[in-house]
């Protein structure tokens, strides 16, 4: 089905450890996004791009990297992986514009789980 | 913190009863969705309600919009079980292009 594909579903590391979640979709979004969720905090944006080659920081930027070769990935990595990045991921796309206002409505990914020993 | 707010925290109802929870937001906004999330699962997208507009309907959902109280309501009319899930409220206020969810509602209904 057609829709936003996250890899792992579940991860568990050390600290210090990198790794990379993976992020794909197939509807050709321009818009991708990575978000954290946290209990009782909602989500959180971490990196944004509106289109390949174009990355920008969200709200909790700080020891992540993303980066958009393609429209279609989205990739995000940890560089030294910390207990404080213990949390639920999410990837969601958009294409631009979804209704006539410009908004932009979330297809969202499974999640991937990720806990930093 | 950008983020607004859900109130309830927690809602807990019987089948058939209606459900209401409400979420505020802090700056000015061009549209706000709600979203549901099942356990263990992505949000889901459930209506989107633009500035300038005050009511909206969709099926058994209707969501509200009050910007000169800074506040949105979706109403669950005649609630089921399958409908429990956290709900979130998410605005444009940070930058009018990326959004800001709430720390949602988590609704139980009990059959």
């Known amino acids: 089905n057609a829709g936003v594909t996250q890899t792992p579903k579940f991860q568990v590391l050390k600290t210090g450890q990198s790794m990379t979640l993976q992020c794909a979709q197939d509807?050709?979004?321009?818009?991708m996004s990575w978000y954290r969720q946290d209990p009782g905090m909602g989500l959180r944006l971490i990196h944004y791009s509106v289109g390949a080659g174009i990355t920008d920081q969200g709200e909790v930027p700080n020891g992540y990297n993303v980066s958009r070769s393609t429209t279609e990935d989205f990739p995000l990595r940890l560089l030294s992986a910390a207990p404080s990045q213990t949390s639920v991921y999410f990837c969601a796309s958009s294409p631009p514009g979804t209704d006539y206002s410009g908004a932009n409505v979330l297809t969202f990914g499974a999640g991937s789980r990720l806990t930093v020993l | 913190s950008q983020q607004g707010e859900e109130d309830p925290q927690a809602l807990s109802i019987q089948e058939g009863e209606n459900a209401t929870m409400n979420c505020s937001y802090k700056?000015?906004?061009?549209?706000l969705q709600w979203y549901r999330q099942n356990s263990g699962r992505g949000l889901v997208h459930l209506i989107l309600?633009?500035?300038?507009?005050r009511e909206k309907h969709s099926g058994r959902l209707r969501v509200t919009l009050d910007t000169s109280k800074k506040s949105s309501s979706l109403l669950i009319t005649a609630s089921r079980a399958a409908d429990t899930a956290s709900y979130f409220c998410?605005?444009?206020?940070?930058?009018?292009?990326?959004?800001?969810f709430g720390p949602g509602t988590r609704l139980s209904v009990l059959p």
């Open positions: 309600i633009r500035s300038n507009e």
């Open positions: 998410a605005t444009d206020e940070w930058d009018g292009q990326n959004f800001v």
């Open positions: 509807m050709n979004h321009e818009y």
């Open positions: 700056t000015s906004i061009n549209n």
